[in-house]
C-alpha cells in the first residue's frame, strides 16, 4: 500500500490556528482527553505516513525526526518509537537541549530510549553537539507547530536548511516548519516537504494555491478529537473520516 492507495476527499473544512488552539483546550480541559492520549494517536498516524511515503516498506530503513521543542517534536519521537517497532533504524534530532523541551517531548523522548536498543534508536542534541550527517530514507519534520510564528531561528533555521539542500524526502507533521499556518506563505527558512501529514484538520494556510511547493502531497490524520470540540467552533467534521482514519486531500 502507498498513499495513492488511501481515499481521497474533497471540499473539506480548514481552520485557522487560533482555531486549532480552541479545539485542542476544549478537548483537553473539558472533554477530558490527556496531551499524552492525543500524542500517542498522533504518533501512530505520522508512523503509518511515513510508512506509506516509504513505499509500504518500513524493515531496515533509516528515518531521522527533526525534533523542536513542543508538541510536534513529542509526535515526531512517538512516531519514531512505533517506526523502529516496524523494523525502522530511526534517530532523534533535538533543535534545543532537554531544559528547553516541553515535558511531552521529554516523555517521548525517554520512552524511546527505554524501549530500543542504541543499535535502533539514536537521539542526538544537535543544538549541543552540531546536526550530524542527514543520511537517511526519510525526514520527520517535527520542529515547528501551527503556533509558531515568524521566521525560524538558530539550530531550527540550520536544520532547515540542511534538510532542504539533502536528497532526502521529507514528512513534514501538522504543518511544514517555517510556513504560516493561516496564510500558507512562507519565509526564505521553511521546509519543503514531499508530504505532510496534518493532524485533525488542515490548517488554512496549508490549502494555500501558493503553499503546494512546501507542502505536498497532503495527508489529514484523524487523531481523535470529538466532533463536539470542533463544533463548538463552528466546523462540522462528523463525516470526515467515514472512509478511513488517514485520507489525502486534494489541494
Same mark, same amino acid.
Given at each position: 500500500?502507498?498513499?495513492?492507495?488511501?481515499?481521497?476527499?474533497?471540499?473539506?473544512? *480548514?481552520?485557522?490556528?487560533?482555531?486549532?488552539?480552541?479545539?485542542?483546550?476544549?478537548?483537553?480541559?473539558?472533554?477530558?482527553?490527556?496531551?499524552?492520549?492525543?500524542? @500517542?494517536?498522533?504518533?501512530?498516524?505520522?508512523?503509518?505516513?511515513?510508512?506509506?511515503?516509504?513505499?509500504?516498506?518500513?524493515?531496515?530503513?533509516?528515518?531521522?525526526?527533526?525534533?523542536?521543542?513542543?508538541?510536534?517534536?513529542?509526535?515526531?519521537?512517538?512516531?519514531?518509537?512505533?517506526?523502529?517497532?516496524?523494523?525502522?533504524?530511526?534517530?532523534?534530532?533535538?533543535?534545543?537541549?532537554?531544559?528547553?523541551?516541553?515535558?511531552?517531548?521529554?516523555?517521548?523522548?525517554?520512552?524511546?530510549? !527505554?524501549?530500543?536498543?542504541? @543499535?535502533?534508536?539514536?537521539?542526538?542534541?544537535?543544538?549541543?553537539?552540531?546536526?550530524?550527517?542527514?543520511?537517511?530514507?526519510?525526514?520527520?519534520?517535527? !520542529?515547528?507547530?501551527?503556533?509558531?510564528?515568524?521566521?525560524?531561528?538558530?539550530?531550527?533555521? @540550520?536544520?532547515?536548511?540542511?534538510?532542504?539542500? *539533502?536528497?532526502?524526502?521529507?514528512?513534514?507533521?501538522?504543518?511544514?516548519?517555517?510556513?504560516?499556518?493561516?496564510?500558507?506563505?512562507?519565509?526564505?527558512?521553511?521546509?519543503?516537504?514531499?508530504?505532510?501529514?496534518?493532524?485533525?484538520?488542515?490548517?488554512?494556510?496549508?490549502?494555500?494555491?501558493?503553499?503546494?511547493?512546501?507542502?505536498? @502531497?497532503?495527508?489529514?490524520?484523524?487523531?481523535?478529537?470529538?466532533?463536539?470540540a470542533f463544533a463548538r467552533v463552528g466546523i462540522d467534521t462528523r463525516r470526515l473520516f467515514v472512509d478511513g482514519d488517514l485520507v489525502r486531500i486534494r489541494h
Amino acid at each position: 500500500m502507498t498513499l495513492d492507495d488511501l481515499p481521497l476527499v474533497r471540499d473539506i473544512p *480548514s481552520v485557522a490556528a487560533a482555531q486549532m488552539a480552541e479545539v485542542d483546550r476544549i478537548a483537553i480541559q473539558e472533554l477530558h482527553l490527556s496531551v499524552d492520549v492525543l500524542m @500517542e494517536n498522533a504518533s501512530r498516524q505520522i508512523a503509518e505516513a511515513a510508512r506509506l511515503l516509504l513505499g509500504g516498506k518500513v524493515a531496515g530503513q533509516r528515518v531521522i525526526g527533526l525534533v523542536g521543542t513542543g508538541n510536534n517534536g513529542g509526535d515526531t519521537v512517538g512516531a519514531l518509537r512505533h517506526l523502529v517497532n516496524r523494523g525502522a533504524r530511526v534517530c532523534a534530532e533535538l533543535a534545543a537541549p532537554q531544559e528547553r523541551q516541553r515535558e511531552t517531548v521529554r516523555a517521548q523522548t525517554v520512552r524511546l530510549l !527505554l524501549a530500543t536498543t542504541w @543499535e535502533t534508536a539514536i537521539v542526538h542534541d544537535a543544538s549541543q553537539k552540531g546536526l550530524r550527517d542527514l543520511d537517511a530514507d526519510l525526514l520527520l519534520d517535527g !520542529l515547528l507547530g501551527y503556533s509558531a510564528r515568524g521566521a525560524p531561528r538558530d539550530t531550527v533555521a @540550520e536544520i532547515i536548511a540542511a534538510a532542504n539542500a *539533502s536528497t532526502v524526502p521529507i514528512l513534514a507533521v501538522d504543518i511544514p516548519s517555517g510556513l504560516d499556518p493561516d496564510t500558507g506563505t512562507g519565509t526564505d527558512v521553511a521546509i519543503h516537504a514531499k508530504a505532510t501529514v496534518t493532524l485533525a484538520l488542515p490548517k488554512t494556510g496549508l490549502l494555500a494555491a501558493g503553499a503546494r511547493g512546501a507542502v505536498g @502531497e497532503l495527508l489529514l490524520a484523524d487523531i481523535g478529537i470529538p466532533h463536539l470540540a470542533f463544533a463548538r467552533v463552528g466546523i462540522d467534521t462528523r463525516r470526515l473520516f467515514v472512509d478511513g482514519d488517514l485520507v489525502r486531500i486534494r489541494h
